[in-house]
């Protein structure tokens, strides 16, 4: 955003209704503010080619070391149940080559533990093997104090010490630890209402569902919405569990090109005009499936482009915000918040516990009515046990802080200086001359490595300095698109991102990772 237009936007909200402007024009305003700056350099060819080859070399060696084994020199790696005579396998050896000749020795044999409280500083544990865990033998073993840069501690709320912990230790004495029962039975507690209606006048809808496990959140719920005869468009690099929820539905799928709304369009006036398969009567209804920021791209979704849809051609929309939630938009209110967005043009907007709350679960928001079928309906609620009321209270008063509800601005403080970290954090990376993904407000930072060996090599060195991140390879990735993910959060203070940084460069240097094309301006940036 130019500072030119940073002023227009702040006056708007400064004078508001005294200028003539209404609430909706100062939306379109902010709207207009939050364009979707993204870069995304590809893949060099040269380092494409290579980076197949490379896995073209590990795989002819993999049989190799495969066909030697069977030859009776050396123990078999093999999955095998012992004592199963006559049975067929029930474990397939192709299955687990992968696994077993090349993601091993990835990975290089490395166990590690936290030991400590997972916050901005943490304690690691790190068992070493060389021969990638086959016997439990280790060569060695390491303690390491590091800065993590690798959890979704986005607002710094997983933690052992403040007043979200002094107030779940009272609703432990209160309610115990474990409830052993689902909502439908009798494991519905006042603490769950209080939490629900807390959730949607933190996102803006009228009412909100809280389910104790993130992913069934999506997995268990999209199949009481759709089903055979509906359809769902999907972005291609949604998450797993979005992935599993419209599978189990029976709905048809069709997937589109990542945060491409041209492509989008096309295929939903496609599908209207040759209906369903076969029969080509109408769809019974069409749903849109997003993530409000993604978590191995850093992208955040346009959703002022796909509202545009969804009014156009009337299909309703879902947005998984379990990266946004927290972490982007003026309030932390998520994407809804970061475009200026009535979320009331959302449908359905589902959210995570797991990230910038620092506790467990998920959540769906909507309507009254919308809520009270998945209520009915949802599998979450009729076999799944309930959230516990220790984990409901950590979430309830982190709301509370976010909403300014406890009497302070803690809550918005952490929301800003998460996004000053995110930027400063970015700016820094880009101007070494790494390639990175994603919008410059998004606290994930995938940091591109390509080779699998470089992607071992950078994250233990990194981690043998103190520096604790994930590195992510095929087939959580594209073959040719191996990558250290970084997250960034509130915790994080300029000294902790200056020591990162600092270790980043001297480390990406040593394997030549600095291979973007883009040239950067070397003034410095203010943190």
């Known amino acids: 955003m130019t500072n030119q237009l940073k002023a227009e936007v702040n006056g708007l909200h400064r004078n508001g209704l005294k200028n003539g402007f209404k609430n909706h024009e100062i939306k379109r305003e902010v709207r207009r503010s939050r364009e979707i700056k993204e870069e995304f350099e590809e893949t060099p060819l040269v380092i494409a080619l290579t980076v197949y080859f490379c896995y073209v070399v590990l795989t002819i060696f993999g049989h ?194 990542h945060n491409d709304m041209k492509d989008l369009e096309e295929k939903i006036r496609a599908a209207i005009v040759e209906g369903q398969p076969k029969s080509h009567k109408p769809w019974k209804k069409i749903l ?63 959210g995570t516990f797991t990230k910038s709350f620092g506790a467990a679960g998920g959540y769906i928001a909507g309507s009254k009515s919308l809520i009270n079928h998945l209520r009915r309906h949802s599998h979450s609620f009729t076999y799944a046990t309930s959230m516990s009321a220790p984990v409901a209270q950590q979430i309830i008063m982190t709301l509370k802080i976010l909403m300014g509800k406890d009497g302070t601005t803690d809550g918005v403080d952490r929301v800003r200086q998460l996004e000053r970290n995110t930027r400063y ?18 606290p994930v930072v995938p940091f591109m490595l390509y080779f699998p060996s470089c992607l071992t090599a950078f994250v233990q060195d990194l981690l043998l300095e103190g520096i604790a991140t994930v590195g992510v390879c095929y087939p959580a990735t594209t073959v040719v698109t191996s990558r250290a993910r970084f997250c960034i959060s509130a915790s994080h203070t300029k000294e902790m991102l200056d020591k990162a940084l600092s270790v980043i460069e001297r480390v990406g240097t040593k394997i030549m990772a600095n291979c973007s094309k883009i040239e950067r301006s070397q003034a410095e940036i203010i943190y």
């Open 64 to 257: 190799l070391r495969d066909f030697v084994r069977r030859l009776g020199f050396g123990k078999t790696l093999e999955v095998q149940e012992p004592n199963r005579e006559g049975y067929t396998k029930l474990y397939g050896s192709f299955e687990s080559f992968y696994t077993r000749n090349i993601y091993k020795r990835i990975v290089q044999g490395w166990n590690m533990f936290v030991c400590g409280v997972p916050g901005v500083l943490f304690k690691l544990k790190i068992q070493i093997s060389r021969d990638f865990h086959q016997n439990d033998r280790f060569e060695a073993e390491k303690n390491i104090d590091a800065i993590n840069l690798g959890s979704y501690n986005y607002l710094g709320f997983a933690e052992n010490s403040g007043k979200c912990v002094d107030s779940v230790e009272k609703v432990i004495l209160k309610y115990g630890n474990g409830i052993c029962s689902t909502r439908h039975e009798l494991g519905t507690l006042d603490i769950h209402h209080k939490l629900e209606k807390l959730v949607a006048e933190f996102v803006g809808l009228e009412d909100s569902i809280i389910v104790g496990m993130g992913f069934a959140t999506n997995s268990t719920n999209i199949p009481t919405l759709m089903s055979k005869g509906c359809l769902i468009f999907s972005d291609q690099l949604n998450h797993a569990s979005l992935v599993l929820g419209c599978r189990l539905s029976g709905a048809k799928i069709k997937v589109y090109k």
């Open 288 to 350: 849109i499936i997003v993530e409000g920021v993604y978590s191995m791209e850093g992208t955040i979704v346009n959703l002022p482009g796909l509202i545009a849809i969804k009014k156009k051609y009337k299909c309703y929309l879902y947005i998984d915000e379990a990266h946004s939630i927290g972490a982007i938009g003026p309030t932390g209110r998520g994407v809804c918040d970061y475009f200026g967005c009535d979320p009331r043009d959302v449908d359905l907007l589902m």
């Open 425 to 442: 954090f970015r700016r820094k990376i880009k101007q070494m001359g790494f390639i990175i993904y994603g919008n410059e407000d998004s």
